[in-house]
């Protein structure tokens, strides 16, 4: 057999088994972000079969370009114990005690190969477009390419059941969207609806990202980002703290579903 077609068979044969075996999983998660990655790291150290599906060739979110593209990011202390799990290095603000700066780079990437090393699988460039939803709960993701759905090709999708679904798409809550347009769920928040992400307060949106990570529906849970538009929460720009401990409680209450 020559060399390239070695190559191209190992490629098609491993990615096939990898897709093959996360088809059905204890737990997806849409959106490779920090939050989300916190999650699935955390979730498979626990043992869960935890897989991501990323719409973009990198994960990592919004974490890469720190703000405005000035590739550094904030924490304040409370997140340092996750940071220091994943071994990601910081310093802190001599200026602003309680504070403390990292790469962004090295956040992003760490962030990845602690997920991944942790035994949770994540899926790049790949869209979830709808919600399986069956007897009243949501029981999986509808996937497709993300060039497939870029390039708007009339390409039907797959599936992937799961027993708990995790909403980690950031701002646009997609999901949870779907969940509320197509579905017809009704979450549990003020409205039944999406709240709406509020502007800027970085105290406030640190604050209510952490306290909106919260199951919305039987098996369909939103963090980072997403729950605070759920819940109508302010936004806060490139501190991250409350990204990451959004992430570890979404674990933490996702672990305690799965036991029931
Ligand atoms: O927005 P994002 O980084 O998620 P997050 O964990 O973190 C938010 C922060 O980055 C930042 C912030 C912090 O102060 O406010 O915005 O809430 O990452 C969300 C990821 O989800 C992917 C998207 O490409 C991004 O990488 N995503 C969104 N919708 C889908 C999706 C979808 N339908 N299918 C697959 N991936």
Not at 57 to 69: N, R, S, Y
Not at 178 to 206: C, F, N, Q
């Amino acid at each position: 057999m020559s060399l390239e077609n070695v190559i191209s068979r190992a490629i098609v044969s491993t990615f096939t088994q990898k897709m093959l075996s996360y088809l059905e999983v204890d737990t997806a998660i849409v959106g490779g972000g920090p939050s989300a990655l916190v999650a699935a790291r955390y979730l498979a150290e626990a043992g869960v079969k935890v897989a991501i599906f990323e719409r973009k060739l990198a994960p990592g979110g919004g974490t890469w370009g720190g703000g405005m593209l000035f590739n550094e990011v904030v924490v304040q202390d409370d997140a340092l114990p996750i940071l220091d799990d994943f071994g990601i290095r910081h310093a802190p603000l001599a200026d602003a005690p309680g504070y403390h700066t990292l790469d962004s780079v090295e956040m992003a990437s760490g962030l990845i190969f602690g997920a991944v090393k942790a035994g949770a699988k994540i899926f790049n460039s790949v869209s979830v477009e709808d919600i399986v939803f069956k007897d009243k709960k949501v029981n999986g993701l509808v996937i497709n390419w993300t060039p497939v759905e870029r390039l708007g090709m009339h390409v039907d999708p797959l599936t992937v059941i799961a027993e708990c679904v995790l909403d980690g798409t950031g701002h646009p809550s997609e999901i949870m969207h779907l969940a509320t347009e197509k579905a017809k769920i009704t979450l549990d928040t003020p409205t039944g609806k999406i709240e709406g992400e509020r502007p800027m307060w970085v105290e406030s949106g640190e604050e209510s990202t952490v306290k909106n990570t919260r199951e919305y529906y039987p098996g369909l849970f939103a963090c980072g980002m997403s729950a605070n538009n759920v819940m109508g929460g302010y936004r806060m720009g490139p501190i991250f703290g409350g990204m990451l401990m959004s992430g570890k409680k979404a674990a933490g209450l996702i672990l305690k579903s799965l036991k029931k």
